[in-house]
C-alpha cells in the first residue's frame, strides 16, 4: 500500500498534503501502543493544519505513551480518484496505514458545510457511513468541536460527541475504551458506559418524537442516559496541556505562524455571535504563562511570526504587561508578533505602537452594522465616535487600508441599516484624507467584508429566521447602489452558502436523509464556492420530502423545543429569552466586566466568570 501512495503522489497538485513526514509529526510502532486515534479535519491539509483546536488535541494524545494519534485531512478531487482507482483506503498521514483499523476515527466540527466530508471520508476510509451499519467495537467514530452544539443532523453516522472543551474529556473516554478493549465488550456496552463521562453524548441513546406539524415534541433519553448533557470545561488554563512543538508543513497553509491561545471565552455577549456563548465563561492564562508558551513554539519551530489568539485579543486583562515582556524577545529575535480579534473601543495608540515595533501588519475592525440602532439591537456595544476615533488613530501611525467586517441580514434590520454602511465606509474615508498626519502621496482603501447572518444555537437569535436568499440579494445590490466612491470596496459571501448553514446549524435528525443523499449525487466540500452543488441539495431536499425553509427562515416560538435543548453549554435560556427581548428594543447590555447579566456560566467553574479580572479594566 505504501509503495501505490508513493507512487502517486507525484501525479497530484499537491503531494505535500498527503507525504507526512513534517518536522514535530510523532511516529510511533503501532505494536506497542493500546489506542490509535485518527484524527480527522473535513477540509484540505491547509484549512486543517491552521487549526489551533488540532494542534492542541494532536501533542495532547501523543504525550501519551500507550495512543499514537494521526492526522487525516479530506483528499482534493485529484488525490480522492487516484485512490478509489487504485484502492487505497484513506490512512494517516504518519504511518500510511488505513484508518478503518484504528480504534477511534475523530472529526472536529468547525462549520457546518464540512458535514458531507465526513461521509466522504468515511467512504473513502471503507467503512459504512451509518453508525447503526458498524456494528464492531472499533473503530468509534466521535466528534467535537463547536458545530456539535448540535449534533443532530449527524447522528446517523457519528458513534459519540464530545461536548466542550476536549483537553481533559478526550484522555478520560480513551482510558474507557482500553478497559473495554481488554474486556472484550462489545460496541453497545462501551457507548453505554461512554454516555455516563460529562460531556459524552450517544445518540443513539435518545429518541425523538415529533409533533404532526414537524416541531420537535420530546428527547427521551434510554439505557441510563442522563436527561441532559453539560459540556466540559477546562478551569485553570495555566495548568491546562499546551504544546511547546507544533507540526511545521512543507507547504503553505493558511495560518502558517506560531499561535498562542491567551484565554477562552468572550466578555462582550454579540447575540448573534455563537462562540461568544459557546466558550463562557472567560478564562484567562497568565502573562508569564502566555510568554514561556510562545518562546518555546518560536524556538521549537522556526517560526518567525506569532499571534496571540482569543475571541478578542485587546480584552486580555494582561495584555500590556504582556507585550511589554514579550515583545523584548520578539523585537530580538525578528519575530513578528500579531494581534487578531482587536476591538474599536478599547484600541489605543500605545497599543498600535507596541504590534508595530517589529512588523507593521494589517487591521481588521468588526462593527457589524453599519446604524447605532442596529449595533444596538446586536449588543456590539461599539459607537460610531468609537470606530472613527480607533481608524483615525490608525491613520495618524502610517495605516492606509483598513478592513471592517459587517453582516447583513441582521434581525430588526432594515435598508437604512444598510446605507449606513455605505455611509460609515464614506465617512472613513474622509477621514483620511482630513488626516494631517496621513502619509504623503497615498491614497485610502477601506475593505468591506459581507457575511449574510446566520441564526445559531445558544445564542439569542437562535429562535430568529434568516432571510430568504432573494432578499439577500436586494440588500446586496442596495448597498453596491449606496457606495459613493471607489476607495471603499465590499465583498461578500453568495447567499445560497449561507442558506444551507442556516440549515443545518439549526437542523434535526431529519436531516440525515438529506446529507446522505446529497453526498451520493457528488456533494463535498460544500463550503468551496468552485464545488458547491446548490440544485444537487435542492434536488435532496425534494426527494426526502423536506422542506429547508422550515429550517432556516422560520421564526420559531420561545416555547418550541429545540433540537438541541437536551444539550447544556453553561448558558442558561431564561438568559438568552432576555437577550432576545432586549434586541427587539435595539437595547444594549453591558459587557461582564462591567455588570454580570446572569447568563450561568459561571455555575461551570464554580465562581465569577471573570474573577481573575482587574476590577478596575472595563
Request: with cysteine; glycine share 8%.
Amino acid at each position: 500500500m505504501r509503495e501505490i501512495i508513493e507512487r502517486i503522489l507525484p501525479l497530484v497538485q499537491k503531494p505535500g498534503r498527503y507525504a507526512g513526514g513534517e518536522i514535530g509529526s510523532v511516529v510511533k510502532r503501532a505494536d506497542e501502543v493500546e489506542v490509535r486515534f485518527a484524527f480527522c479535519f473535513p477540509d484540505t491539509y491547509e484549512v486543517g493544519m491552521s487549526h489551533l483546536g488540532m494542534k492542541i488535541l494532536y501533542g495532547l494524545y501523543n504525550t501519551r505513551k500507550e495512543i499514537w494519534c494521526e492526522r487525516v485531512f479530506a483528499p482534493c478531487a485529484d488525490m480522492e480518484a487516484l485512490m478509489r482507482e487504485n484502492g487505497i483506503p484513506l490512512f494517516g498521514l504518519e504511518s500510511r496505514d488505513p484508518i478503518k483499523d484504528f480504534d477511534f476515527i475523530g472529526f472536529t466540527l468547525q462549520y457546518e458545510l464540512s458535514f458531507t466530508n465526513v461521509l466522504n471520508m468515511l467512504d473513502l476510509a471503507g467503512l459504512p457511513v451509518l453508525a447503526s451499519e458498524r456494528e464492531a467495537l472499533s473503530p468509534i467514530v466521535i466528534a467535537g468541536g463547536p458545530c456539535a452544539c448540535n449534533p443532530e443532523p449527524l447522528c446517523d453516522f457519528v458513534d459519540l460527541f464530545i461536548l466542550g472543551e476536549g483537553e481533559e474529556v478526550n484522555l478520560e473516554l480513551s482510558d474507557l475504551y482500553r478497559e473495554h478493549k481488554r474486556r472484550g465488550s462489545d460496541k453497545g456496552a462501551f457507548l453505554r458506559a461512554a454516555a455516563q463521562i460529562p460531556g459524552v453524548y450517544v445518540p443513539s441513546l435518545y429518541q425523538v418524537r415529533y409533533h404532526p406539524d414537524g416541531t420537535i415534541q420530546a428527547v427521551i433519553p434510554k439505557d441510563g442516559a442522563p436527561e441532559r448533557v453539560t459540556k466540559r470545561i477546562i478551569k485553570d488554563m495555566d495548568k491546562v496541556y499546551y504544546p511547546d512543538q507544533f507540526v511545521v508543513p512543507f507547504i503553505d497553509i493558511v495560518h502558517d505562524r506560531a499561535m498562542t491561545e491567551v484565554f477562552r471565552g468572550c466578555i462582550r455577549g454579540c447575540r448573534f455571535c455563537q462562540a461568544g456563548f459557546l466558550y463562557r465563561p472567560v478564562r484567562e492564562k497568565s502573562p508569564d504563562t502566555v510568554c514561556e508558551q510562545t518562546k518555546a513554539l518560536c524556538e521549537h519551530t522556526g517560526y518567525d511570526e506569532v499571534s496571540l489568539t482569543s475571541l478578542s485579543t485587546s480584552d486580555y486583562t494582561g495584555l500590556s504587561t504582556l507585550l511589554t515582556d514579550l515583545l523584548d524577545y520578539t523585537e530580538r529575535e525578528m519575530v513578528s508578533l500579531s494581534l487578531p480579534s482587536l476591538r474599536v473601543d478599547n484600541f489605543s495608540p500605545e497599543l498600535m505602537e507596541k504590534i508595530n515595533r517589529v512588523r507593521k501588519t494589517g487591521l481588521t475592525f468588526a462593527p457589524e452594522a453599519g446604524t447605532q440602532r442596529l449595533r444596538d439591537a446586536i449588543n456590539k456595544n461599539v459607537s460610531e465616535e468609537e470606530i472613527l476615533r480607533t481608524c483615525n488613530t490608525a491613520f495618524d501611525g502610517g495605516y492606509t487600508a483598513v478592513k471592517l467586517y459587517f453582516m447583513i441580514g441582521l434581525p430588526t434590520e432594515t435598508m437604512e441599516d444598510i446605507e449606513g454602511i455605505a455611509k460609515l465606509g464614506q465617512q472613513i474615508v474622509n477621514l483620511y484624507y482630513h488626516n494631517p498626519n496621513k502619509p504623503k502621496g497615498k491614497s485610502v482603501a477601506v475593505n468591506v467584508s459581507l457575511s449574510s447572518f446566520v441564526p445559531k444555537p445558544f445564542t439569542p437569535f437562535q429562535w430568529e429566521p434568516q432571510d430568504t436568499m432573494e432578499t439577500l440579494r436586494q440588500k446586496q445590490q442596495h448597498l453596491r447602489e449606496s457606495l459613493t466612491t471607489r476607495k471603499v470596496q465590499c465583498k461578500w459571501h453568495e447567499s445560497m452558502t449561507s442558506f444551507l448553514e442556516a440549515v443545518f446549524a439549526r437542523g434535526d435528525r431529519r436531516l440525515g436523509g438529506v446529507m446522505k443523499r446529497a453526498w451520493e449525487k457528488g456533494c463535498k466540500f460544500d463550503g468551496w464556492d468552485d464545488q458547491f452543488l446548490f440544485d444537487k441539495w435542492m434536488e435532496a431536499f425534494e426527494e426526502c420530502g423536506v422542506e429547508p425553509a422550515f429550517y432556516a427562515n422560520r421564526r420559531r416560538p420561545l416555547d418550541e423545543v429545540l433540537p438541541w435543548d437536551h444539550l447544556d453549554f453553561g448558558v442558561d435560556k431564561a438568559f438568552l429569552i432576555r437577550e432576545w427581548k432586549k434586541a427587539q428594543e435595539s437595547a444594549a447590555t453591558p459587557h461582564c466586566r462591567k455588570q454580570c447579566s446572569g447568563c450561568g456560566a459561571n455555575r461551570l467553574i464554580g465562581g465569577a466568570c471573570f474573577a481573575k479580572a482587574d476590577p478596575g479594566v472595563v
